[in-house]
T-cell receptor, first 117, second 116 residues
Framework: DSGVTQTPKHLITATGQRVTLRCSPR?????VYWYQQSLDQGLQFLIQ???????AKGNILERFSAQQFPDLHSELNLSSLELGDSALYFCASSYRSGGADIYNEQFFGPGTRLTVL | AQKVTQAQTEISVVEKEDVTLDCVYETRDTTYYLFWYKQPPSGELVFLIR??????QNEISGRYSWNFQKSTSSFNFTITASQVVDSAVYFCALSDTIQGAQKLVFGQGTRLTINP
């Protein structure tokens, strides 16, 4: 158990809908990362938050957004869902934000499997 | 750009055989970190190791060992005396720093099947 929790574990919804995925980082970790794992794209970085602020963006669609709350939990919002959004969405956490001299390992949650029908 | 290549898509061996998973990377950075993660059939990603670019010593942890060679930009992972429980998809990852923030760039993964 990594200490990172994600809910829900599975989510089935229809095209055009909106869903929210939730993540609680390990105790003491300030950084939260979201990744998408799909068969065609593999594991792709979406976005990072550090202590409530957005720090980095990757291949995140405009239909997707995220935030990190004062208690450090994070939510990933996916809207106007399409069939291609079906994937496993991982949240990860680490203690620090970054910097070239220190790069902490990221601990991953169990993932939320999203199925868009 | 940062890139990780795991050329072996799938490997299948019989239990107790040794197996090596290859990882080759490309990076623009002089300081970087490399990682291996395991994804068992249950789906979660399990952290195995982190190695920084200044430390080229090989590392051993039980039946697992890692060989980092900067000259060939490789960070290979060997499982000795494999067991059925080692069956999983293994990902090699490389650090990428964007404006001081961090992300991981993953390879496509190697699906390892250990047959009894």
């Amino acid at each position: 158990d990594s200490g990172v929790t994600q809910t829900p574990k599975h989510l089935i919804t229809a095209t055009g809908q909106r869903v929210t995925l939730r993540c609680s980082p390990r105790s003491g970790d300030l950084s939260v990362y979201w990744y998408q794992q799909s068969l065609d794209q593999g594991l792709q970085f979406l976005i990072q938050y550090y202590n409530g602020e957005e720090r980095a963006k990757g291949n995140i669609l405009e239909r997707f957004s995220a935030q990190q709350f004062p208690d450090l939990h994070s939510e990933l919002n996916l809207s106007s869902l399409e069939l291609g959004d079906s994937a496993l969405y991982f949240c990860a956490s680490s203690y620090r934000s970054g910097g070239a001299d220190i790069y902490n390992e990221q601990f991953f949650g169990p993932g939320t499997r999203l199925t868009v029908l | 750009a940062q890139k990780v290549t795991q050329a072996q898509t799938e490997i299948s061996v019989v239990e107790k055989e040794d197996v090596t998973l290859d990882c080759v990377y490309e990076t623009r950075d002089t300081t970087y970190y490399l990682f291996w993660y395991k994804q068992p059939p249950s789906g979660e990603l399990v952290f195995l190791i982190r190695r920084n670019s200044f430390d080229e010593q090989n590392e051993i942890s039980g039946r697992y060992s890692w060989n980092f060679q900067k000259s060939t930009s490789s960070f290979n992972f060997t499982i000795t005396a494999s067991q059925v429980v080692d069956s999983a998809v293994y990902f090699c990852a490389l650090s990428d720093t964007i404006q001081g923030a961090q992300k991981l760039v993953f390879g496509q993964g190697t699906r390892l099947t250990i047959n009894p």
